[in-house]
């Protein structure tokens, strides 16, 4: 009951005139801090049989949004400035995806950066595909604060699900090629990757192996192949 009203809120400025208040900017990361502590199942902090530890748990979860959001679009903003020679993102753009953060934890504040790139890249290209057929150069401006409040609220109801969809699609893919490229039994899938396996990626997997493959540490030689 606060957090969409906030994003429809701040959508609609943006949209408007492109002006986004701090006002509901900084409401939204509080109260996303607030209600960690209050709700920790937001953060589906819930596994504890003693509720402070579940509060505190989701305290850290909305924290570590705020900073990861906070972070991750400052460089992002701050690198686009430098190499664009004008400003590439707006405060408010951090702010938002801060907020984002405490109410989806540092996972729902990266979706909402990149979640809203390509939301944003879709509502600008029927407009870029009409300038191209004109000959023309696009003049339009997308206003990024929408695009980014769609992507925080579809992490915030469809996040879980999303990450079950993205693991569902690695492990098919794995099915028909095989864990290592080579190809999926009886034919499932092609051969993906070269054999024998590159000199560089044996060694990575002899150095961090997975699962309870032993580390291996010893030295290693790379014998030339024999005809």
Sequence with gaps: CIYLPLLVLLAGCDLDDMMVPDAPNFALVGTGIILAMLIPSIHGETLHSIEAVNRFRALIDALLGVAVGT????????????????????????ILCAGVGAYCGWQGAVFCLFGGSVIGVIT????????????????????????????????????????????????????????????????????????????????????????????????????????
């Design 71 to 94: 972070a991750l679009v400052w460089w992002i903003r701050t690198i686009g400035s430098v190499m664009a020679g004008r400003e590439a993102m707006g405060e408010a753009d951090i």
């Design 124 to 227: 600008a290209l029927p407009g870029l595909i009409q300038a191209k057929i004109k000959g023309e150069e696009y003049a339009g401006v997308v206003p990024f604060v929408p695009s980014m409040a769609i992507a925080g609220a579809v992490w915030f109801f469809r996040g879980p699900e999303l990450v079950t969809l993205w693991r569902s699609w690695a492990a098919s893919c794995a099915a028909c090629h095989g864990t290592n490229g080579q190809g999926g039994e009886r034919n499932a899938g092609p051969q993906i990757f070269p054999n024998p396996t590159p000199f560089v990626a044996f060694e990575l997997q002899l150095r961090t192996p997975r699962n309870l493959m032993p580390r291996y540490s010893g030295k290693l030689r790379l014998f030339p192949r024999t005809p």
